[in-house]
């Protein structure tokens, strides 16, 4: 039997641990470059272009949720997996990427009829490929997160983010504009497919169907209507933006999105990838279960909400910093966005402790329930630009906080009042570095200049975060070691 099949409990607390710190340390690494690419591109890129390209990948995101029919997340809760499984999932992944690929081609120019710009079927035409190579990596990857094999990984993500960045900052110095990003979205995943296939050592063989194969499907189909109606509440948003007021607006808007998004794609989605796995094999301890989500929501709120949430008085700094002053009109898109992030960044566990638990049926209803009011939301601010329908999104993230906690942890050990206790500190950290952000911008720093101004607002940020974290939970707190065993000990305790 293949090692990435050779799945036991024995050592989970070990390799679990190692996996979250790998998996955060080298998403930190991520992070870094991609927002340096990003200073960097910025200040090559104008608006407008960088317009055109977010028309194409608006409908090429939503359209990927298909490209695995959900099998991805299907594989990695599943414990009695074999590569016979696998190579069924396989089989129907590549068969599904390349459809969708031909599909995507022949629908490019309707892309550009949409939006009244042809770039945009150009660059959606040659986005097409992505598909190709989701449909050959999408099971390879689920087995070396469902190993927690994310040193690997990550690794392979950092070359191709690196390896595509240089490209594009290569062809954005050469005038190429947004076919700069087009190269940069299409080698990315090129050569992390590549990485992937060889890091695995793992090459499908005879398929087999059986009863698991079809839970396998069944999970999955849930899990495909769930990740279609978030990838929907997701690129709506832009596609409208897009569609309604241009590639100059949209451009803006894309920007803003794309720094709120940074918490959640390179802290909350990664390490989500750690939590689905693990805790899909601890379902039938209760109390360990309320420990941890209690621990886990604890401590990613606490990191999120301050820093986010002052986004909302120094947001034109951060976009001078990162993308320059032709930008600038991102910044009030981003004063609403941030505190928006934020809090997404809690209701990202509540999907977790439900997929987890193999509850994919009660997640796709609570998901259809967000998407709907989101939708809705957005719309209604539509009229009033990119400014209007950050207010709608803003709107319906609130609107929905509070619920989303009460329907995930309805019948489980957790209680609202875990959640309240565990949100709390967060909170009023929250309150008193906003309060001091506003103090220190009006009354202190204002004419001071942006880049120093931002470097004294982090430092501020970061010594309140550190003092409340000291108030809150001892000093112990603030050790390393201490962060790293109390996300990982409650949840990975070995069984006796």
């Avoid at 194969?213 to 929907?232: E, P, Q, V």
């Avoid at 209604?380 to 509070?402: K, Q, R, S, Y």
Wanted: hydrophobic share 55%.
């Amino acid at each position: 039997m293949h090692r990435l099949f050779q799945i036991s409990n024995q050592g989970l607390k070990r390799d679990a641990r190692r996996a979250s710190v790998t998996n955060l340390a080298g998403r930190a690494v991520d992070l870094l470059l991609q927002f340096g690419v990003l200073i960097v591109l910025a200040r090559l890129i104008t608006p407008a272009e960088f317009g055109v390209f977010v028309m194409a990948t608006s409908f090429l995101w939503l359209t990927m949720t298909f490209s695995d029919l959900g099998l991805g997340t299907a594989v990695l809760q599943e414990q009695q997996l074999t590569e016979g499984h696998a190579s069924a999932v396989f089989q129907i992944n590549l068969a599904t990427g390349l459809a969708f690929a031909l599909i995507f081609l022949v629908a490019s120019p309707l892309f550009g009829l949409f939006y009244h710009d042809p770039r945009v079927t150009h660059v959606a035409a040659v986005l097409s490929l992505v598909f190709v190579f989701s449909g050959l990596t999408a099971v390879q990857l689920a087995l070396l997160r469902r190993a927690l094999k994310f040193d690997v990984l990550l690794r392979a993500q950092i070359i191709a983010s690196a390896v595509s960045s240089v490209a594009a900052i290569i062809l954005a110095l050469m005038g190429a504009g947004y076919w700069a990003l087009t190269v940069r979205a299409l080698a990315d995943p090129l050569i992390y497919s590549i990485l992937a296939w060889l890091s695995s050592g793992w090459l499908p063989g005879r398929a087999k169907w059986d009863q698991t194969t079809k839970a396998l499907l069944r999970y999955g189909g849930h899990n495909l209507a769930f990740t279609l109606l978030s990838s929907a509440g997701r690129q709506t948003d832009s596609i409208l933006v897009g569609w309604r007021f241009g590639s100059v607006e949209l451009g803006a808007y894309a920007l803003a999105s794309r720094l709120f998004y940074l918490p959640l794609v390179h802290a909350a989605w990664p390490l989500g990838y750690v939590m689905i796995p693990a805790l899909s094999r601890l379902r039938d301890d209760p109390d360990r279960l309320r420990r941890w989500y209690s621990t886990l929501l604890r401590m990613v709120t606490f990191v999120a909400l301050p820093p986010m949430f002052s986004l909302a008085i120094c947001a034109d700094d951060v976009v001078y910093l990162v993308a320059g002053p032709q930008w600038i009109k991102a910044a009030d898109i981003l004063r609403v966005l941030g505190p928006v992030g934020a809090l997404q960044v809690g209701t990202a566990t509540i999907d977790w402790l439900l997929l987890s638990q193999g509850q994919a049926r009660r997640s796709l209803v609570w998901e259809a329930v967000r998407t709907t009011v989101l939708l809705v939301c957005i719309v209604l601010g539509l009229p009033w630009g990119a400014m209007g329908v950050a207010v709608g999104l803003a709107a319906a993230t609130l609107l929905l906080f509070p619920p989303s906690f009460a329907y995930a942890t309805k019948g489980t050990s957790i209680r609202l009042i875990d959640v309240t206790k565990a949100l709390l500190p967060s909170f009023a950290v929250m309150m008193v570095t906003v309060g001091a952000v506003l103090v220190l911008r009006v009354f202190v720093a204002q004419d001071w200049n942006q880049i120093a101004r931002l470097l004294v607002t982090g430092a501020v940020i970061a010594g309140i975060m550190t003092c409340g974290a000291a108030f809150a939970y001892g000093r112990s707190f603030l050790n390393p070691r201490f962060l790293i065993s109390s996300l990982t000990s409650t949840l990975f305790v070995e069984r006796r």
